[in-house]
Nanobody, 127 residues
């Protein structure tokens, strides 16, 4: 199982960025993909999840600004709009057992739900 996040960079406040997660060694039709971020000095935070049935969940901190999607093949994207300086962090994608969006709505997106992680990509939101 391998995951590789890419697409990070420097963007101005209010701008947009699209991250990609390239997955290999497993079938996306049977696994969920989660996106997390970790800012300096803070805990890793779950910000989006897409289940194998393509149901999605976002916490309030990013809902309405971020969109996770499967692009076909083995790629999952995270479109981030209206970025704020508080969105500055290293962003990671991860895979875990295939839970539906309703589960994450009740339990939240947690590190413990995901078993394999890719290296992160840095997103910096600054003027």
């Amino acid at each position: 199982v391998q995951l590789q996040a890419s697409g990070g960079g420097l963007v101005q406040p209010g701008g947009s960025l699209r991250l990609s997660c390239e997955a290999s060694g497993f079938d996306l039709d049977y696994h969920a993909i989660g996106w997390f971020r970790q800012a300096p000095g803070k805990e890793r935070e779950g910000i989006a999840v897409i289940a194998s049935d393509r149901s999605t969940y976002y916490p309030p901190s990013v809902k309405g600004r971020f969109t996770v999607s499967r692009d076909g093949g083995h790629t999952v994207s995270l479109q981030m709009n209206t970025l704020e300086p508080e969105d500055t962090a290293i962003y990671y994608c991860a895979t875990g057992i295939n839970l539906k969006a309703a589960y994450y709505r009740d339990a939240g997106i947690k590190v413990s739900q995901f078993t394999s992680w890719g290296q992160g990509t840095l997103v910096t939101v600054s003027s």
